[in-house]
């Protein structure tokens, strides 16, 4: 078997990584990963076709000196990406948290591209692969890099923290999701702390919300930048809500006019500007930065038509996320606002409970209509303006029908309903 020195040799010479045969870079190594419903090693052979100079395979192949035998690919893979953390002296930026820390790393890569070389999380690869993707993408070009972890399974995050040895910690919120995975809310709060323990337990810095009593409550006693609405370090607070929204910072007060949607995003904004900040980067180049982000892939996006206009957040859902936008949904001025919403997936045993507390809060609103999408909303009676259906097909088929003119839509559900095929039969251009 060849050892993880002799395997990292190897990358200097070929320091791109592929997957997936699909799209095979020239040159590059592929790991034959394997997955619930496929085995990469049974790719092996034309992903060297294709054009990847080794294949690293944990199964008997065809014999081929291209053909590098490990025990476990995927343990590989991780090995790979610590001894290659190991060589960086680089700042590494972690973050976490159940909402908002993509949006967060986005706008963070935003503000910090404009004076350093950063490497940051491409989409959502956060997980236990994707982390170890990330890393070795990281060249000696680089002089920072964010990375995004993400968990649905307790111990999830001191795994990623040990591969990924970050210097900084980021927690944007502590909510409940994944609950299946996690089994309450307290095992949520054990593995996304686990990032603030991995930061204090090396001295490095935590960059913390000062109005979430949870986050600073873990990260007491230790080296932190603080951002929130009436104390920290960066103070600003919502001064737009129109839908999209802008913000005041204390400092020089600044104005920040955003292309994002959703007074929730503040934290995310603030935690980006409070990490710029302490990395000399001026407030005024991160208010242009933060002026130019376009958000994208379904999250806070404002899309107008002919029609109507939409804010589409339907990339995923939890119980505070949920809250979260339709708060938001209630403290915009229009006189025709309509939710279509996804269930919430993967909350186990709270999942009924949940969904009737959204239920309940919907009733309270002040709406047009309303259309509840998936088997868990499906459960709950019809009323005049609570509309349910089993499937996201189920309500195209209603929206045919019916169309909806002249209104605010607020689209939000998680991530399995793909609620993005309603976006045609409520947009005209």
């Known amino acids: ?55 690293i395979c944990d199964e008997k192949t065809e014999s081929d000196s291209r053909i ?22 680089i700042p590494i930026i ?3 948290g159940t909402n908002g820390k993509t949006t967060t790393k986005e706008l963070l890569y935003t503000i910090l591209k404009t004076k350093y070389s950063v490497l940051a999380t491409l989409g959502n690869l956060n997980n236990h692969i994707g982390v170890p993707l990330t890393l070795l993408s990281i060249t000696n070009q680089h002089e920072m890099a964010i990375i995004e972890m993400g968990a649905n399974h307790i111990g999830e995050i001191a795994d990623l923290c040990e591969i990924s040895k970050p210097t900084h910690g980021i927690i944007t919120n502590i909510g409940k999701a994944h609950l299946e995975g996690f089994g309450s809310i307290e095992g949520v709060i054990q593995t996304k702390r686990a990032l603030y323990d991995y930061v204090i337990n090396k001295h490095g810095k935590l960059i913390v919300d000062s109005d979430n009593e949870l986050l600073m409550s873990l990260s007491e006693n230790t080296d932190r930048f603080l951002y929130g609405e009436n104390s920290g370090n960066i103070i600003g607070k919502i001064s737009i809500n129109a839908p999209q929204i802008s913000v005041l910072v ?23 500007i409070a990490t710029g900040r302490l990395f000399n980067i001026d407030i005024k180049t991160i208010a242009n930065a933060l002026s130019s982000y376009q958000p994208q892939n379904n999250r806070s996006q404002l899309i107008k038509g002919k029609d109507n206009t939409i804010i589409m957040d339907a990339y995923n859902a939890n119980p505070s996320s949920m809250n979260e936008s339709l708060n938001n949904l209630q403290n915009i001025s ?4 309509v939710l279509i919403l996804g269930d919430m997936l993967e909350l186990g045993t709270e999942s009924i409970k949940e969904h009737q507390k959204i239920i309940d809060k919907i009733k309270k609103m002040e709406l047009s209509q309303c259309i509840l999408i998936g088997e868990c909303f499906f459960k709950f009676p019809k009323t005049a303006t609570i509309n349910t ?6 309500a195209i088929l209603f929206l045919e029908k019916n169309p909806i003119l002249k209104a605010l839509i607020l689209v939000k559900g998680s991530r399995g309903l793909k609620l993005e095929k309603i976006l045609p039969h409520i947009h005209k251009s």
């Open 334 to 337: 229009h006189n025709n606002k």
């Open 94 to 96: 972690g973050i976490t």
């Open 250 to 272: 204390e400092e020089k007060n600044t104005q920040i006019n955003t292309q994002l949607v959703g007074s929730y995003n503040l934290k995310n904004i603030l935690a980006a």
């Open 389 to 394: 259906f089993q499937n996201t097909s189920d």
């Open 1 to 55: 078997m060849i050892s993880i020195e002799e395997l990292y040799n190897i990358y200097n010479s070929h320091p791109i990584i592929s997957t997936d045969t699909r799209n095979i870079t020239r040159n590059s190594l592929f790991f034959a990963l394997k997955g619930d419903h496929f085995n990469g090693n049974d790719f092996a052979k034309k992903a060297l076709e294709n054009g990847a100079s080794f294949a």
């Open 68 to 89: 590098i035998r490990v025990e476990n690919v995927l343990k590989t893979l991780q090995e790979l990406s610590i001894y290659h953390r190991n060589t960086l002296k």
